[in-house]
């Protein structure tokens, strides 16, 4: 008998089918793992399950009765409860004020001890020492996850969604956490649980549902699975996508980091990059890598360790410098860190090199906007009512190609590129690829960060895997598959 | 939508000749020489401090200290001018003021890292105090005659727009405008994309502040003498002005012709009111109803674009 029972879900957002006919299904007393790549669909379907999304086709049923889907609210009064790997707290209030949010006791008067002493019960239910009275933001990152459960239990609970909830946690935290799932589990609940590092599924998971490229792949108790299987699951489609074919001819180091550190985002981070070479960053999730490519271009505070830049020391204390040493970066988070929607397409092309547009300090539109043209046409970045058009109002794959222009007209020694195809149509990723090759050909290193293994081992000359803050190995073009470098990325060295 | 969008991004110059032309048709004194150049000779220096505030809320913030500073500056350029500094010795000196406290607003803001609203909040305060405490809270009279020259009709008219055609070369044809607007617009992306964001928010308060200064000397020289208390309020009106004018509080985006047409907007309601005999109190209330059907006009086109 089911507790929780999908099926037939489909979603797709613009230019994507996140998820393709998944059937899912949860037992009452089950800690059911939901595992995949980024991508892979798990956070659409839970979002769905949460009443968050609403689906383009299927539904779900909660102990046989039809969910409202898209009305969050009713979802989780009908006992389903998510909590998500940013957590929801309100920071200056207790963690009695944010378990009763929402649902405060007493009227007109809130009846603060009694709420109290309900909170502190349900906390050391879940076996948590955790302080009621204190503004939760000085708690740890666990408490306030246990803060979040307990929110959780404080309404009827019958299905409680994680997501990622390890990511942030140490060794004995994540422990904790499983003993208190283990009670959940106990009292009959039912327990999705999603994370990336397998050896969690085996300790904590009695079934896991493996997704990929937003299709249901496999459903199995954990008991009858291996490592190497939920592996193959994961990742085993054809690499189908056409990357153009690459001659590397490396050169000198152009890059050499060594024992880069920024705690506590990552600790030990060791690699090279020649020039003509494009190296592969590859990882999970929250394994650092961001944080690297922040750090090498100097937007950390914090960065300890040697970099060097064609034999340089180049730990820059601003993007400025490294831009003006070189360097390029191009974000993944392109609406905070990257495009400015207000300035014009064209804007957006220039602003990193202005200075050597204007003649006497002073800008004009005869000679800018040629130069911006040129950057949209090698790009072929369409935007329908020209350059002058909002940037913000350009489709998503427009937008990342005018960031890509960006670096263009300027030449440089280094490029990093965070997921530089995320979000964008299969013409336009080889496009990208073909510059990448065009790129390198030039001399110039490429450092790629990537969370779609296709890419990475379709266009890096080496990989570098990190694990957890660390740079967990490196493998040749020849050494790197999908199983190797999942396995890095999962297991560490 | 286009189409409400341009009416949007448009709204204060046809609100503005719509204004004009009731007012002409209206009464008989609006559209004369005398009216218009008097129109003009009020509100220009409202329209210099908007120039600066338009530089500084389109880098996302805002600066409150502007209306003191034209108090401090025009009652420090009276002094040295009593004192017989000569007439250029004079307005540097309220220039410098402004400068200064513009770049001490812009100090604040970037390493100090507090907000830009308590900062400049605070400065009004501190700098309104300086202003009392140097003159004992007393007129600083007895200046040249030459000094009244500068705020006449025709030269306050000429430094106005001179003001406003530099802002507009700034904003629109050089490098650090458009840091400007990018600052405003999206901080995080104009830094990662190796702007120089202190630098441009140092910049920007320093000529806000500047702006501010030279607004002093000519109120100074409008009153001919040195009133601590010149400018009270002023910082609303600049504001007033800017986001009739169309620009974003939440900055990054807006035009300085916009702020042009938004303080005479505002300056020419005030004169039809009083031609229309209408009382203070009442056109108090006109002008706050205005500001807020501006700035939901902008949460609107916001919401459009």
């Known amino acids: 008998m089911s507790l929780l029972c999908a099926a037939g879900l489909s979603k797709s957002f613009p230019g994507v089918r996140a998820l393709e006919g998944v059937d899912f299904d949860l037992r009452p007393g089950e800690v059911h793992a939901l595992l995949g790549e980024n991508g892979a669909g798990k956070s659409t379907l839970i979002k769905i399950l949460g009443g968050a999304l609403v689906p383009d086709a299927g539904e779900a049923r909660l102990e046989g009765e039809p969910l409202p889907l898209g009305d969050p609210l009713a979802v989780r009064r009908r006992g389903i409860n998510i909590v998500y790997q940013e957590l929801t707290l309100v920071g200056e209030l207790t963690a009695a004020e944010n378990i009763f949010l929402g649902r405060e006791q007493g009227r007109p008067l809130l009846r603060r001890r009694e709420m109290a002493r309900s909170a502190q019960e349900l906390l050391d239910g879940l076996g948590a020492r955790v302080a009621t009275d204190a503004p939760v933001r000085t708690l740890s990152v666990a408490q306030q996850q246990l803060v979040e459960i307990a929110r959780a239990l404080a309404s009827e609970l019958k299905v409680l969604i994680l997501d990622e909830p390890s990511a942030t946690l140490s060794g004995p935290e994540v422990e904790r956490l499983f003993a208190v799932l283990r009670g959940l589990r106990e009292r009959g609940l039912g327990v999705v649980y999603i994370s990336h590092r397998l050896e969690e599924i085996f300790a904590i998971a009695d079934r896991v549902t493996v997704l990929r490229d937003g299709r249901h792949v496999a459903s199995a108790p954990v008991a009858g699975v291996d490592r190497a299987q939920l592996i193959r699951w994961m990742v085993g489609r054809d690499l189908t996508e056409e990357f153009p074919p690459r001659a590397p001819t490396p050169g000198g180091v152009v890059l050499d980091v060594r024992g880069l550190a920024c705690p506590p985002r990552f600790t030990d981070v060791s690699l090279t990059v020649r020039r003509g070479e494009i190296v592969g960053l590859a990882g999970l999730v929250g394994a650092g890598r961001t944080s690297v490519a922040l750090a090498l271009f100097g937007a950390l505070a914090g960065v300890r360790g040697e970099v060097r830049l064609e034999g340089r020391p180049a730990r820059f204390g601003s993007p400025a410098d490294a831009i003006r040493a070189g360097m390029g970066y191009v974000t993944e988070d392109r609406r905070r860190r990257g495009l400015f929607r207000l300035l014009s397409a064209g804007a957006n092309v220039t602003i990193c090199y202005l200075r050597s547009l204007a003649r006497l300090g002073m800008l004009s539109p005869g000679r800018e906007r040629p130069a911006a043209a040129a950057a949209a046409r090698e790009f072929d970045v369409r935007a329908p009512a020209g350059l002058a058009q909002p940037a913000g109002t350009l489709s998503g794959g427009n937008q990342q190609k005018l960031l890509l222009a960006r670096l263009l007209l300027r030449p440089r020694r280094l490029l990093i590129l965070d997921e530089p195809t995320r979000g964008i149509d299969v013409g336009a990723k080889s496009e990208i690829y073909a510059l990448m090759n065009r790129l390198t050909a030039q001399g110039l290193g490429i450092l790629m960060i990537s969370s779609e293994l296709p890419e990475v081992l379709g266009m890096s000359d080496r990989v570098v895997v990190m694990h957890e803050g660390r740079t967990a190995g490196e493998l040749s073009r020849a050494q790197a598959t999908p199983d190797s470098v999942m396995e890095m990325a999962t297991a560490g060295p | ?305």
């Open chain 2, 1 to 305: 939508m286009k189409a409400t969008r341009w009416l949007a991004s448009y709204a204060i110059f046809a609100a503005l000749v719509a204004e004009c032309l009731v007012l002409a048709f209206a009464t008989d004194a609006f559209f004369t020489e005398s009216n218009l150049a008097n129109v003009v000779r009020q509100n220009a220096f409202t329209a210099i401090l908007a120039a600066g505030m338009s530089l500084v809320i389109l880098s996302g913030g805002i600066d409150l200290s502007v209306g003191s500073v034209v108090g401090l500056s025009g009652v420090l350029c009276a002094d040295a001018l009593v004192r017989g500094a000569p007439l250029p010795a004079g307005v540097a000196v309220g220039l410098l003021v402004g400068l200064a406290v513009g770049a001490i607003n812009g100090l604040a803001v970037t390493k100090l890292r507090v907000p830009p609203f308590i900062v400049s909040l605070a400065m009004m305060l501190l700098v309104r105090g300086a202003a009392y405490k140097y003159t004992n809270a007393r007129t600083v009279s007895g200046l040249p005659s030459s000094f009244a020259a500068l705020s006449q009709g025709a030269l306050a008219a000429a430094t106005m727009a001179a003001v406003f055609a530099l802002a507009w070369v700034l904003l629109m044809r050089t490098p650090f405008g458009r840091h400007v607007y990018a600052t405003g617009g999206n901080p995080e992306a104009a830094w990662l994309a190796g702007i120089r964001v202190h630098r441009v928010l140092l910049a920007v308060y320093a000529l806000c502040g500047l702006c501010a200064g030279l607004a002093g000397v000519l109120v100074a020289s409008r009153l001919n003498a040195g009133y601590p208390k010149a400018g009270e309020f002023y910082e609303l009106d600049a504001v007033t002005a800017v986001v009739v004018g169309g620009t974003s509080l939440f900055g990054g985006r807006g035009s300085i012709w916009g702020t042009l047409a938004g303080a005479f907007f505002i300056g020419i309601l005030n004169n039809g009111l009083n031609l229309f005999h209408v009382e203070t109190y009442d056109q108090l209330m006109v002008k706050g109803v205005v500001l807020l059907a501006a700035a939901s006009l902008d949460r609107w086109r916001t919401k459009a674009a």
